[in-house]
T-cell receptor, first 114, second 113 residues
């Protein structure tokens, strides 16, 4: 069975600093990978996804993630964070066989300080 | 209006009571899901439905049941609530293709005393 591990429960960072949120997955078959973001008192929203092709995927608000098959990782990065990026971030995986079940990591709270 | 609507937003109930959480969607998606969120555990899948006649257990279905009344409605029931079911519950929908993202409601915060 597949699983997802987010290595940091909280990541504090100052505004305009770079950030990396780490995600590792475990699966014996091909997977699709996702990052979701949850702002306070809201549901989750898709941030970006990797299905196939280029291993570097980008979101519209400056985040990017790189799929590394050999290290089974899908780390999320942003070169310069804003206060508005403060949220909880979830890495998720689903099998490429289209089971429809998305397995989430434990979540990482990004705290951007002024 | 929200595409995925959950009611109620907050609920406090007592141990042993039956409670139903409701979800409706206007996105026209076939697939619907119920997740619960607990601090430090992320989201865990309770039940999912690929269409009105297809309902499947997720990883933590014990103590829960669901009903898919229509394509747009998917309700979650706790037959006899217990305190460790205190959590934030999310309904989500998706289209049927493999790369379709999940669309979440704003959640129901349930407290069982």
């Amino acid at each position: 069975a597949q699983s997802v591990t987010q290595l940091d429960s909280q990541v504090p960072v100052f505004e305009e600093a770079p950030v990396e949120l780490r995600c590792n997955y475990s699966s014996s078959v091909s997977v699709y990978l996702f990052w979701y973001v949850q702002y306070p008192n809201q549901g989750l929203q898709l941030l970006l996804k990797y299905l196939s092709g280029s291993t570097l995927v980008e979101s519209i608000n400056g985040f990017e993630a790189e799929f590394n098959k050999s290290q089974t990782s899908f780390h999320l990065r942003k070169p310069s964070v804003h206060i508005s990026d403060t949220a909880e971030y979830f890495c998720a995986v689903t099998l490429s066989s289209n089971t429809g079940k998305l397995i989430f990591g434990q979540g990482t709270t990004l705290q951007v300080k002024p | 209006d929200a595409d995925v609507t959950q009611t109620p937003r907050n609920r406090i109930t007592k141990t042993g009571k039956r409670i139903m959480l409701e979800c409706s969607q206007t996105k026209g998606h076939d697939r619907m899901y119920w997740y619960r969120q607990d601090p430090g555990l992320g989201l865990r899948l309770i039940y999912y439905s690929f269409d009105v006649k297809d309902i499947n257990k997720g990883e933590i279905s014990d103590g829960y049941s669901v009903s898919r009344q229509a394509q747009a409605k998917f309700s979650l029931s706790l037959e006899s609530a217990i305190p460790n079911q205190t959590a934030l519950y999310f309904c989500a929908t998706s289209a049927s293709s493999y790369n379709s993202p999940l669309h979440f409601g704003n959640g129901t915060r349930l407290t069982v005393t």
